[in-house]
Every structure is written in structure tokens, then in C-alpha cells.
């Protein structure tokens, strides 16, 4: 599989849906959502090391770690100020 950066955003729409359907499948099933999200984190590990170079993968990991250390993956509750 060659790399393409630049995914059109309704393929990236319809693979987070089918993303979220098979999270919500899974909930359903009564699997624990760590199980879930090691299983996802996982499956997505395997698929980028087929598609990308290491360096690649370590960029992607960088941006997901800024990601949680900066807030942007949570929610923000009703009596957080934004």
C-alpha cells in the first residue's frame, strides 16, 4: 500500500464511522472499553507499519502524546472554563 497523506475528508468521515459503529458493536458485547481500545490501538498499530515508515509512525505517536497532554482528546465539562 503506497502512503497518501492526504486522504479525501469523507473517506476519513466514513472510516471513523465505521470506526464508531464497531465501538458501539463492541460496547454492546459488554467488552471493557480498555479491551476495546487496546484492540483499535492495536489493529491500528499493525495497519501503519505495513503503510508507513517508522519515522512516519513516531510523528503520528508524537502529535497523539501532544494531543493528551494539552487537553484536546477530553471533553470539557460544564464547569470547565474554556
Avoid: C, F
Avoid at 454492546?28 to 517508522?54: C, F, H, V
Avoid at 505517536?61 to 464547569?79: F, T, Y
Wanted: hydrophobic share 40%; glycine share 8%; aromatic share 2%.
Amino acid at each position: 500500500m503506497p502512503e497518501d497523506h492526504n486522504e479525501p475528508p469523507e473517506t476519513l468521515s466514513h472510516a471513523g464511522a465505521v470506526v464508531d459503529k464497531a465501538v458501539e458493536y463492541m460496547t454492546g458485547q459488554n467488552i471493557s472499553p480498555l479491551a476495546i481500545a487496546s484492540a483499535l490501538l492495536g489493529g491500528s498499530m499493525a495497519l501503519l507499519t505495513r503503510t508507513m515508515s517508522d519515522d512516519a509512525i513516531i510523528g503520528v505517536l508524537n502529535n497523539a502524546i501532544a494531543s493528551v497532554r494539552s487537553g484536546e482528546l477530553r471533553e470539557p465539562h460544564d464547569d470547565e472554563q474554556p
